[in-house]
Nanobody, 123 residues
């Protein structure tokens, strides 16, 4: 089970920190990712991190603004979002992939998903 938290309403230019907590099993040996689904759009990749946390990968639109990190001692993954824009408004999902040495960017590579947390950025 993956459970996201930290979403909410923020003004453009603001910041939010999303958290993804794992329960029921450990995801320490999994690569982790964040995806989002904006209203009327398909779910898209945002960021991914290897199981060690050494390597990360971001979609171009969030580079320099978002940071993915993880704390394996707490079985948690984070997405630090800054300089938020109205186009970042979406439901954000965390996911776990068994290919722990990679930073997967496609949905089919991920086996476990959370329920999502809403992020709304007002202009």
């Amino acid at each position: 089970q993956l459970v996201e938290s930290g979403g909410g309403l923020v003004q453009a230019g603001g910041s939010l920190r999303l958290s993804c907590a794992a329960s029921g099993r450990t995801f320490v040996n999994f690569a982790m990712g964040w995806f989002r689904r904006a209203p009327g759009k398909e779910r898209e990749f945002v960021a991914a991190i290897t199981w060690t946390g050494v390597s990360t990968y971001y979609t171009d639109s969030v580079k320099g603004r978002f940071t993915i990190s993880r704390d394996n001692t707490k079985n948690r993954v984070y997405l630090e979002m800054s300089s938020l824009k109205p186009e970042d408004t979406a439901v954000y999902y965390c996911a776990a992939a068994a290919s722990r040495w990679n930073t997967p960017s496609t949905e089919h590579e991920y086996a476990y998903w959370g329920q999502g947390t809403q992020v709304t950025v007002s202009s």
